[in-house]
């Protein structure tokens, strides 16, 4: 089955980086869209970043500039490139792996905090 492991997080001062991995197994990761998303205490889960297989990106206003997703699809992994972090960037972070079928698969979160 597919899995997802995401990695990388951890606390950091603001205007330091970190970068965030997605692991995928189980499926034929080229074919794949992947996007990270995040979710603070009390706030909806939002898109910060995606990516799909011919390697186009999006990201959501609040990160441009600053964040950028990469894949690696030797390695079935996603990378969301930190820099330039703000308090308000803390949150869990999630991958979400969309397959060609439209079936969505989530990893387990890794947190991300950003002291002021």
């Known amino acids: 089955q597919v899995q997802l492991v995401e990695s990388g997080g951890g606390l950091v001062q603001a205007g330091g980086s970190l970068r965030l991995s997605c692991a995928a197994s189980g499926i034929i990761f080229r074919r794949t869209a992947v996007g990270w998303y995040r979710q603070a205490p009390g706030n909806q889960r939002e898109l910060v970043a995606r990516?799909?297989?011919?390697?186009?990106?999006n990201y959501a206003d609040s990160v441009k500039g600053r964040f950028t997703i990469s894949r690696d699809n030797a390695k079935n992994t996603v990378y969301l490139q930190m820099n330039g972090l703000k308090y308000e960037d803390t949150a869990v972070y999630y991958c979400?792996?969309?397959?060609?079928?439209?079936?969505?698969?989530w990893g387990q979160g890794t947190q991300v905090t950003v002291s002021s």
């Open positions: 990516i799909t297989s011919d390697a186009s990106t």
């Open positions: 979400k792996l969309t397959t060609t079928f439209g079936s969505d698969y």
